[in-house]
């Protein structure tokens, strides 16, 4: 019970006399030794940092108010205030201060505001010691009290001691009565003078002498003393106004009477200070600070007893969802739920997180579907207010609503397409109402504030939702104001407002006329097919202007969904549609939304722009501005700087080689040559690359190739098979096989002749190594293959062998272009292999003995194979013994 007792909420005065919340503890007076005295401490509630540490000092001045209000000042210009959330938990701190300070507790102010200098400039005058002495409450001494009360204003001393006199006397009530006659009496001098005294006791800034002024019983009375300005030929009628014109209006009866009265009393206070007293001068500026403080501490208390009271909001809810509730019942009820979310901003922020979670938990957002979707401007009025209250408090929380509300309900009928629409529908001229929503959507789809937890992204999850159920309700007034088949500039401008359906109905059509995958040559922008499709109509042009704002804020703010949609609906071709608008202001958000995609250097992009053509309809608005020095010249100009400076070289080639003809009349920049310079840069580095290469393959790869393949050749002719021979005469038969062998050579020799490379270009020829049999049949292209010769003349085949060795290329399909000496230099190698080959073997044949053994399938005996190269094939090899 303590605890609940002694919670309080800090609060100091800022410099433009607004009370700051600091935060909710839990306060207890205790000795502090650094301080030395009893001091006021208030812990944090969530943390248990600490919120004050206040000493009691014997001369401040305290003040209690309202039961659970303790005010005072720590130092000049800053004061603070607890407020309790029982009035038990206040009396006992009250107690405290005052058994600290030696007062009554039964007060309530404990020390006069003693100002130094005002005690240095009065401490000479007996006056100060006392109370000062109020005239009798009379007719005849009005004139004496109004100059009494006017005189202490300047001296705050003298102003604390007037309210004292004033609240002990109970003189406030006394003056009323006075009123009452001087208006019997039709007493103008007297009801003047009342005047002077009543705003003067209100400037005393005395929250003691508010309460008894704003009481039931006085405040009419106050309000009618205020009516009789003597700067006025004739009285106000204010309480007319606040007893006849102003009704409360209660949506659901209110069954707490001091709820009631408090609701009427913050209204009637809140009309003294907007309406009828004058805006204070600078010297007046401060007088009603307790005034203001009045105010928000009555709101706070208000919007506390009405979330408590759980079976109100209930049914408050289930009248505003009912659908026999009639138009004048619903809007009543809405226009109660924004003056409750308007008196919400005044909690501290755990208060206003309470609060608001519980409008989500009784189906606020539900309800605003259905008030939103009404014809009564007042009431979409009033629910754009209450959705824009819930938008800033957490965008979080409107976001899991409309994704889980997607799961039950068509697309139409979605909270965030509602809200799209009215933003679409807006009747302003001057768009005031979407330019609210559109704010408001942009909130909502910014990733800065999306929470990401561990188990998923709301990011994410969020704009998959809204690229695939809202984006096409959003841009199919673009669509729709760009499309070729338009017949009517402002068709869209006449229809919309009273068909909801036709502006969502292109989201669909338009899908097919704009494929991703190619851009016909028909849509190309600039062609005179769209240059006659531009919306003329002020408002939409104004609506078109709004929906680019929010897609640039989509480009520069996510990733591949925004990219994915423009490129899916061809948007940016659509969008530069309107650089033909004659109204300039639509024609700089087109270009703004192409540079916001060029400034993000993404090649994706840029490939679609220039696969598009999409330069063209800006260079045709440039060129149509002509000489003009406007902000659609700079702003062109920019983009093209942009492209140079930053070097996109894929845009600078698209606009040379395009545009350049067009562009080089334009002297006024260096823009447009510093493209071509940077262009032809470019060529040169890119023609200097492609030349370095081709030497480095001519002089350096290609000879390392070359060698590469003599090399492997080497390696093949070291497994090479010869053709055998009769082993029957070994050394007779020598001639005769040499003979062969050199029929086999002349043979080979040709047909590399006829081999040799056709020339392709003056000085150049090209080679091509194809594949082998067996490289062709999927076996390893370096095996060697015996080739059977056909049978000679003579017909002696089975006697001898012919020697026939073929040596396929290590790379097959390689084709290397040669030069002239490159082709000699292969010619001269190839024959000195040859010779080589062939004095090798006759050297063989002269010193060593060499067996030559038959595997064939029908020979005599058949061998496993070659013991050296493990082959079984019927294959001819020698070995050397």
Known sequence: MSDTRRRVKVYTLNEDRQWDDRGTGHVSSTYVEELKGMSLLVRAESDGSLLLESKINPNTAYQKQQDTLIVWSEAENYDLALSF???????????????????????????????????????????????????????????????????????????????????????????????????????????????????????????????????????????????????????????????????????????????????????????????????????????????TSFIFFNKVEIVSMLQEDEKFLSEVFAQLTDEATDDDKRRELVNFFKEFCAFSQTLQPQNRDAFFKTLAKLGILPALEIV???????????????????????????????????????????????????????????????????????????????LATTNKTEKSEFLNFFYNHCMHVLTAPLLTNTSEDKCEKDFFLKHYRYSWSFVCTPSHSHSHSTPSSSISQDNIVGSNKNNTICPDNYQTAQLLALILELLTFCVEHHTYHIKNYIMNKDLLRRVLVLMNSKHTFLALCALRFMRRIIGLKDEFYNRYITKGNLFEPVINALLDNGTRYNLLNSAVIELFEFIRVEDIKSLTAHIVENFYKALESIEYVQTFKGLKTKYEQEKDRQNQKLNSNRFRRDAKTLEEDEEMWFNEDEEEEGKAVVAPVEKSKPEDDFPDNYEKFMETKKAKESEDKENLPKRTSPGGFKFTFSHSASAANGTNSKSVVAQTPPATSNGSSSKTTNLATSVTATKPGLTMPFTVPKVMKYVVRFSVKLITFSIEFILYRVIFSVEFSTVSDGGERESPGCQRCRINDPVVCFTII
Not at 386 to 391: A, D, E, P, R
Not at 416 to 438: F, S
Request: glycine letters at 4%.
């Open 85 to 291: 959330q029982e009035k038990a938990g206040c009396d006992e701190i009250w107690e405290k201060i005052c058994q600290v300070q030696g007062k009554d507790p039964s007060v309530e102010v404990t020390q006069d505001l003693i100002d130094e200098s005002e005690e240095e400039r009065f401490e000479e005058m007996p006056e100060t010691s006392h109370l000062i002495d109020l005239p009798t409450c009379e007719l005849n001494k009005l004139e004496e009290i109004a100059d009494l009360v006017t005189s202490v204003l300047s001296s705050p001393i003298r102003r604390e001691k007037l309210a004292l006199a004033l609240e002990n006397e109970g003189y406030i009530k006394k003056l009323l009565q006075l009123f009452q006659a001087c208006e019997n009496l039709e007493n103008t001098e007297g009801l003047h003078h009342l005047y002077e005294i009543i705003r003067g006791i209100l400037f005393l800034n005395k929250a003691t002498l508010f309460e008894v002024m704003f009481s039931d019983e006085c405040i009419m009375d106050v309000v009618g003393c205020l009516e009789y300005d003597p700067a006025l030929a004739q009285p106000k009628r204010h309480r007319e106004f606040l007893t006849k014109t102003a009704k409360f209006k209660e949506v659901i009866p209110i069954t707490d009477s001091e709820l009631r009265q408090k609701i009427h009393q913050t209204y009637r206070v809140q009309y003294i200070q907007d309406i009828i007293l004058p805006t204070p001068s600078v010297f007046e500026e401060n007088f009603l600070s307790t005034l």
């Open 372 to 450: 939103m979707g009404m014809d009564d401007l007042q009431v979409r009025s009033a629910a754009t207010d209450i959705f824009s209250y819930l938008v800033e408090f957490s965008p979080s929380m409107v976001r899991e609503f409309v994704m889980q509300e997607a799961q039950q309900s068509d697309d139409d009928i979605l909270l965030i397409n509602v809200v799209i629409e009215q933003m679409i529908c807006d009747t302003d001229p001057e768009l005031g109402g979407a330019v609210q929503l559109m704010g408001l959507l942009r909130t909502l789809i910014d990733p800065e504030n999306m």
